[in-house]
């Protein structure tokens, strides 16, 4: 049975950073795209981020292009998303997500807050 588990979220200042991470088990993560999601109570789940399983294509929402960047280590079989100049908007509850939503994490709350 697969199994995601993540990590790193917390509380930052708008303009820091935070780099959440997703350990992968249980599933061959090396042959798999992989998603972060984000879902708070106001806009629901959003899509953030996605990675061929090989690595050699991403894909962001409108909203983090050029603050967030997605990378895996299939040897390692983890995922992150590092996310840059962050607004009080990227606050919500992340949750890293396997090829046809097969897999989610239990979530990391991220909150963005002076």
């Known amino acids: 049975q697969g199994q995601l588990v993540e990590s790193g979220g917390g509380l930052a200042q708008p303009g820091g950073s935070l780099r959440l991470s997703c350990a992968a088990s249980?599933?061959?993560?090396?042959?798999?795209?992989m998603t972060w999601a984000r879902q708070t109570p106001e806009k629901g789940l959003e899509w953030v981020s996605r990675i061929k399983s090989d690595g050699s294509a991403t894909w962001y929402v409108d909203s983090v292009k050029g603050r967030f960047t997605i990378s895996r280590d299939n040897i390692k079989n983890t995922l992150t998303l590092q996310m840059n100049s962050l607004k009080p908007e990227d606050t919500a509850l992340y949750y890293c997500?396997?090829?046809?939503?097969?897999?989610w994490g239990q979530g990391t709350p991220v909150t963005i807050s002076s």
């Open positions: 249980g599933f061959p993560f090396s042959s798999t795209l």
């Open positions: 997500v396997s090829q046809s939503l097969r897999y």
